[in-house]
């Protein structure tokens, strides 16, 4: 039985991932929980792009520490898509402060800083459309099937 809508989610291993060489040990994480690469594309993220992804925070204490980051180093753009992806994804990356994320979740097992905390996920079916769509163009998407989608 199906279960669990088939999402798309947008996932960014941020700079801190890819200056530490973790993007493999991040994405194996997602490729082994059975969710599909579908878009991928390593970004140099611009403070305009920053500023539109991050609208939200413009004005908060961290918002600049926010965006010197993002906007530190490439960054790997992914697209995930899966069934309940946007949620599932979110509980794999765990609380946004890695100090007090749970052990087994991206951020709990490999960071320490609230600002370098190595991933982005979406948080919410709005916001995955309009995240996706900062990053993403309809022909940047891929269709195929994985050998195990009669299994995820
Ligand atoms: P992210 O999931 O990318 O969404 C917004 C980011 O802002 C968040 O991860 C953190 O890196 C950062 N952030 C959120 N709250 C704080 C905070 N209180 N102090 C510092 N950085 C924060």
Redesign the pocket.
């Known amino acids: 039985m199906a279960e669990g809508t088939l999402e798309r989610t947008l996932v960014?291993i941020?700079p801190d991932g890819v200056k530490r060489g973790y993007v493999g040990e991040i994405l194996a994480r997602f490729e082994r929980k059975g969710l599909k690469i579908v878009a991928a594309r390593l970004v140099q993220v611009v403070p305009e792009l920053a500023d539109r992804h991050?609208a939200e925070?413009q004005g908060?204490?961290?918002y600049p520490?926010?965006v010197q980051?993002?906007t530190s180093g490439p960054l790997l753009a992914l697209a995930l898509e899966g069934r309940a992806a946007i949620s599932v994804v979110r509980l794999m990356?765990g609380a946004?402060?890695p100090q007090t994320a749970a052990a087994g979740t991206v951020r709990g097992d490999l960071a320490l800083s609230?600002?370098?905390?190595l991933?982005?996920?979406s948080d919410s079916p709005a916001s995955a459309e309009r995240e996706l769509s900062l990053y993403f163009r309809a022909e940047d998407y891929h269709a195929y099937s994985r050998s195990d989608e009669g299994f995820v």
Request: aromatic share 10%; proline share 5%; net charge positive.
């Open positions: 960014l941020k991050y925070h908060k204490p961290f520490s926010l980051h993002i990356i946004t402060n609230m600002t370098q905390n991933v982005h996920a």
